[in-house]
């Protein structure tokens, strides 16, 4: 059934199978073809719900790609060759973002638009379940889903023919091209048109990337030979550098310098900029792209040390200084914590007073805290707190700033404080400065930028001169790969591990609470669940087994944790689980997906 339409007969067979499927009854191989019983058993894995499709939106995608120009006379002569067929000409990305669809048939672009197939969709088999593209692309080759195969039934209409579009150069999968009619029109020759269109979209980028990658070549061993420095050539696909950017920058740093070239390109900026990478060093970065006149694509990148003002002279090219080490008791490595860390530990350096802004436990105070032990580990370290101290707020202020002792002061929660202690805050910090102004203490202010109603600080904030943004956990999730042994070495001394199902399940929450809630999270299991072994999924709470699309209510909550408990009792069984909890198979999948539960594995 390669190559020509199914029969009636065929999808009927289909809609039995994919009903078996569904209920977890036996399927047989001769009722559905083997990509389509992979496809839906991947669906399943991924909780997707059957009986209906949600799926991800872009605003605006981005457009003004190598892909979407070469495609777009290829389509647009393939649209007229269709003019009045019931065909809908689909392009996507690698990912299954729809760029573009042509459609002449106002009842099938209806349709289309009622499914979401239309541009800024994401039709990625992890989102849509199975379908011609989404499928294709997760199987790297050409495929075609008619009628009762699509998982979701809310596809059973149509018929589409999905094909990868590879990179003539690199051989990567760049997008994908499908062709979407209704599953009574189609014909034997839709997979054979969506080949050759494929194909000819390949071609055109040949004809023009091959061109344009000659001329960043070129651009690319010229100046390597002309300078000194380190140089880098990037493109959408290709990325070249020479032996000197490869040995001076580490892969923090090559991606922060990257970030850095392709804003300047999108801009079209000429001139250089000066910046401080994230393991510390200075840098000069000046882009000039291949093309002349274009905005973003291919550039050449040349990277240069840079002496800061109250340097001694010039660093030497392709040497840079030696960072300075890791905040004493934080983790992480993503560039938005570096940054951060970095930013406060030169404040500290400085003694320049300094607000730290962010979530609630996005880790503020011990920002403050590793910065102050990496440059005074002698002196004292006090936090003051305004949300809890109330009316003795104002005494301990004062107490802490007559101690000469004292190197460091946090004012924690500063967003609690009303006028009245705003401007006390305001004459004390006023007065230490008078009483020690050759070496006053280093004084942080945190605020929690989710405050509802803050207060006007008034005069309080002009006292600090320099603000730092701290990111919340979801900016820099990664980081969760070592926050996790971090803090269970700190509470079980190294007796329990996270599995990496588990690790993979805290890596997916949104972490409203941020770092402090995930470490609030290990120490309930410590005490509650396990003290000595490996993490698994099942001893998460249960709302760290469902990732939410919304809010819950508090009867949705009760009935998001009941469904868990019984997919654990269950080992995963969904059928067993629904007649324990009196659902229909259907109820429970359809719950299973609206409050984005993670099923143990059958």
Not at 66 to 86: I, K, M
Not at 217 to 236: E, H
Request: aromatic content about 4%.
């Amino acid at each position: 059934m390669d190559e020509f339409a199914p029969s009636e007969a065929d999808n009927r067979r289909a809609a039995a199978a994919r009903l078996n499927f569904l209920t977890l009854d036996p399927v047989s191989s001769q009722d559905v073809r083997p990509p389509i019983l992979a496809s839906w058993q991947r669906s399943r894995r991924w909780n997707l719900s059957a009986d209906r499709i949600t799926l991800p939106y872009v605003a605006d995608p981005e457009l003004d790609l190598p892909l979407t120009r070469s495609a777009r006379p290829v389509l647009e002569r393939l649209h007229e060759n269709l003019d009045g067929q019931p065909i809908s000409v689909i392009l996507t990305d690698r990912t299954g973002l729809v760029l573009q669809r042509l459609t002449a048939d106002t009842k099938l672009a209806q349709h289309l638009d009622r499914v979401f197939l239309a541009p800024g969709f994401s039709y990625a088999e992890q989102f849509a379940g199975t379908n011609g593209i989404g499928t294709a692309l997760e199987g790297g080759g050409p495929m075609h889903v008619f009628g009762h195969e699509h998982y979701a039934e809310d596809l059973e209409e149509l018929a589409c023919a999905g094909v990868p579009i590879k990179h003539p150069v690199t051989g990567k999968t760049i997008g994908a091209i499908d062709l979407t009619c209704w599953r009574k029109d189609a014909g034997s020759l839709l997979m054979a048109l969506a080949k050759t269109t494929a194909e000819s979209i390949r071609r055109a980028l040949l004809d023009d990337s091959s061109a344009r990658e000659l001329r960043l070549l070129r651009a690319y061993l010229q100046s390597s030979r002309r300078l000194g420095d380190m140089v880098i050539a990037v493109d959408d696909d290709l990325l070249l550098m020479n032996a000197k950017a490869g040995q001076a920058l580490d892969a923090v740093d090559q991606r922060a310098v990257l970030g850095h070239a392709a804003e300047m390109m999108t801009r079209g900026a000429p001139e250089a900029i000066v910046t401080e990478l994230p393991t510390g060093s200075r840098v000069r970065i000046t882009c000039r792209p291949v093309v002349p006149g274009g905005r973003g694509g291919a550039g050449i990148v040349q990277v240069s040390p840079h002496a800061s003002a109250t340097g001694s002279g010039p660093a030497t090219s392709g040497h840079r200084p030696p960072p300075r080490p890791a905040l004493p008791g934080l983790v992480g490595h993503t560039a938005p914590w570096l940054g951060s860390s970095r930013d406060v530990d030169n404040a500290c350096r400085a003694g320049q007073w300094v607000v730290l802004t962010g979530e609630r436990g996005v880790g503020k105070v011990a920002l403050a805290r590793a910065a102050h032990r990496q440059n005074s580990q002698a002196g004292r370290f006090h936090v003051v707190d305004a949300a809890r101290l109330g009316d003795g707020y104002a005494g301990e202020l004062e107490a802490e700033l007559e101690d000469d002792a004292l190197q460091a002061l946090v004012i924690r929660h500063a967003e609690a404080l009303d006028q009245d202690r705003a401007q006390a805050t305001v004459e004390a910090l006023y007065d230490v400065v008078e009483r020690r102004p050759a070496e006053p203490p280093w004084i942080v202010l945190t605020l929690t930028c989710d405050a509802t109603d803050p207060p006007d600080l008034g005069e309080l904030l002009t006292i600090f001169p320099l603000t730092i943004e701290v990111p919340p956990l979801r900016h820099h999730i990664e980081d969760i790969r070592e926050l996790v042994p971090h803090f269970l070495d700190r509470l079980s001394h190294g007796e329990l591990t996270c599995g990496p199902d588990t690790m993979q399940q805290l890596m997916r929450s949104a972490w409203p609470g941020n770092t402090a809630e995930l470490g609030q999270i290990l120490r309930q299991i410590v005490v509650r669940r396990r003290r000595a072994g490996v993490i698994t999924p099942a001893d998460l709470p249960a709302r760290l087994q469902a990732i939410s699309r919304r809010s819950l209510s508090q009867l949705e909550a009760l009935e998001r944790d009941a469904i868990i408990r019984s997919l654990i009792a269950n080992e995963g069984h969904k059928g067993r689980a629904a007649k324990s909890l009196g659902m229909s198979r259907a109820t429970i999948y359809r719950k299973i997906h609206d409050y984005g539960i993670q099923p143990p594995p059958v």
